[in-house]
């Protein structure tokens, strides 16, 4: 019988993995009567995150959100974290008596994944993007010591990601964010070898890397490259950076602890890690091979 239910939403939602590592983390901590399953909310056609959630019913303690519904679960919650409110997006609703709260996990992953990766604190870093994920990535860098961050765009930078960039003192003399143009792989490339992290929020299918004109001869092997991205990996950035000596990092890394945090949220135990670490990696396969 079930008596606690849980779930992920997203648009697309269909490749998500958090039903692997949620399902495990239950198993592994003794769960019974816990489900956790997807949900195709957000989309063009699809039921609106609001709707959604006043449709659940009382067994329902928590859901992690993907895009397009990070800030619309930040809207309805009746409370939020600190962090959440700071970056502007949750990807996680927990519930409790008078309604849901918001939380944002996501900064928590990167930073858990670059310490993985042997990051100290970092003086320079390079984020590609600058949706929401990108702010979860200010904010992770921050807490490492970063302020020199530099954000690889096609155009202008968002408005809430430049607002928490001077927040968090990375701006220029002006108090503008500084950026690179992703349109000129030779300057992105120069920017990530100057830089000891590289975190690229950009979704899958974003054609950077080599075949995108990026230099094969820039020098990498001081940087670390975070790529948010864990489906068709590895990508074509990924390839790029791992050739030219990079310590790549892929995205199931990052999915990996932000789930973790949210186990930890909806359950209110530590989040059992090796476990929820060894279904991911079943379920990935070869996949990770070129990591």
Excluded at 8 to 26: C, F, I, K, Q, T
Excluded at 132 to 145: I, V, Y
Excluded at 155 to 164: D, I
Excluded at 237 to 253: I, K, Q, Y
Aim: hydrophobic share 45%; glycine share 10%; aromatic share 4%.
């Amino acid at each position: 019988m079930l008596t606690h239910r849980a779930g992920v939403v997203g648009a697309p939602v269909e490749h998500s993995l958090s039903p692997v590592l949620h399902r495990a983390a239950y198993a592994a901590l003794g769960l019974t009567g816990w489900s956790y399953e997807r949900f195709r909310i957000g989309g063009e056609g699809d039921l609106d995150l609001r709707t959604f959630v006043e449709d659940l019913g009382g067994d329902w303690v928590g859901l992690s959100v993907t895009m397009p519904n990070k800030e619309p679960a930040l809207e309805l919650a009746v409370a939020a974290t600190e962090q959440a409110r700071r970056i502007g997006a949750a990807n996680t609703l927990v519930r409790r008596e008078d309604g849901w709260v918001a939380a944002n996990t996501d900064p928590d992953g990167i930073v858990e994944s670059l310490l993985e990766a042997g990051v100290g604190t970092v003086r320079r870093a390079v984020v590609l993007g600058s949706g929401a994920t990108a702010r979860s990535a200010l904010d992770a860098l921050a807490r490492l010591g970063c302020r020199e961050v530099r954000l690889a765009v096609r155009g202008e930078v968002r408005p809430p990601t430049a607002a928490l960039a001077a927040r968090l003192g990375m701006t220029d003399g002006r108090g503008e964010p500084v950026t690179v143009r992703l349109g000129d792989p030779g300057a992105v490339s120069r920017a990530c070898a100057e830089s000891a992290v590289v975190v690229s929020t950009l979704p899958a299918g974003s054609p950077l890397g080599a075949e995108a004109g990026f230099d094969p001869e820039t020098d990498l092997t001081s940087t670390v490259l975070l790529d948010a991205v864990y489906a068709d990996w590895p990508t074509p950035l990924a390839r790029w950076a791992g050739a030219c000596g990079a310590r790549v990092v892929p995205g199931s890394e990052m999915l990996l602890h932000q789930a973790a945090a949210q186990v930890e949220l909806m359950t209110g135990r530590s989040a059992p890690v090796e476990a929820m670490r060894a279904a991911l990696t079943e379920a990935l396969g070869s996949r990770l091979s070129c990591r």
